[in-house]
């Protein structure tokens, strides 16, 4: 069900920002289940990466 929520998650964040970010991959990758529906809820509504996930570094 985590990879489920993790391959949303990345549907939704390149939908609607574009191509993600290898760190921000990474991250959703070892995420727990808890965190990555954390992170959709906000991305739904985000503006970009940086609102989601906080500042990017590459």
């Keep these: ?3 489920g929520e993790a391959l ?3 549907k939704l964040l390149t939908k ?3 191509v993600i970010p290898p760190d921000i991959l990474a ?4 995420a727990s ?3 990555v529906e954390a992170w ?3 991305a739904i509504e985000a ?6 996930f906080g ?4």
């Design 1 to 3: 069900m985590q990879q």
């Design 8 to 10: 949303a998650l990345q």
């Design 16 to 18: 609607r920002f574009g």
């Design 27 to 30: 991250r959703i990758a070892s």
């Design 33 to 35: 289940q808890e965190q």
């Design 40 to 42: 959709f809820d906000v």
């Design 47 to 52: 503006s970009g990466y940086a609102e989601v």
């Design 55 to 58: 500042p990017i570094t590459h």
